[in-house]
């Protein structure tokens, strides 16, 4: 019966790779067709790891790293203008930056998840990916938030009648929310941190400073 499945899907791997010549470039259309036949083939005990699932993975792997790319390099450009143009303004738990940054690395954590990749390896190594990125960025957001709370607290200082200003509780908050999305985005499903450490070292490090 396996057998007879597999000429099948022989015949329609076809007709799949050809529509994949022509896909524009950089087009994520086909990732939907992924996670339909991948929740179906890993769910036959016949057919998980056989020779057309393995033949799918082996078409959606530079797919996958593509698109993480492209999302790595568009979320950091973004990170990077945004606090460039931070008004400190308070947003949900933290600032413009922060909200939009945390949802981001969220909901790109949560689309390769929802891949449910078959291949234990590869899924790690997306999995971990992931986390480092996340720690890096939650890292960067935290180092500029500091940045902006010194030149805020530097230029209070020279003050008599100093008062905190809604922008330093909003720092605030963002180092906070840091701390606490860090225990999420940055840590293995298998509980192993990634480097989570270094972001909470540096919420540590403000909050006693």
């Known amino acids: 019966m396996a057998e007879h499945a597999e000429i099948f899907w022989s015949m329609y791997a076809v007709d799949m790779d050809a529509a994949f010549m022509v896909q524009p470039q950089d087009s994520w259309d086909s990732f939907p067709l992924f996670q339909v036949l991948n929740n179906f083939l890993r769910g036959d005990a016949h057919l998980c790891n056989g020779t057309f699932h393995k033949h799918l993975q082996e078409l959606f792997v530079p797919l996958v790293v593509r698109y993480i790319d492209l999302m790595e390099s568009s979320i950091a450009q973004s990170i990077h203008r945004g606090l460039e143009q931070e008004t400190w303004q308070p947003v949900n738990n933290g600032s413009a930056t922060s909200e939009d940054l945390f949802w981001k690395l969220d909901a790109l954590q949560m689309f390769v998840f929802d891949l449910h990749w078959p291949e ?9 990916r992931l986390k480092l990125m996340a720690s890096d960025m939650v890292e960067a957001c935290v180092k500029r938030t500091k940045a902006a709370f010194d030149a805020k607290m530097q230029k209070a200082s020279k003050s008599t009648d100093y008062r905190v200003s809604p ?5 605030f908050n963002v180092l906070m929310d840091a701390k606490k999305q860090s225990a999420k985005l940055c840590v293995l499903a298998a509980g192993q941190e990634v480097r989570a450490l270094t972001v909470f070292a540096c919420v540590e490090c403000w909050i006693c400073s």
């Open 120 to 128: 234990p390896e590869f899924a790690q190594h997306l999995e971990q």
């Open 167 to 171: 922008s330093v509780c909003t720092m």
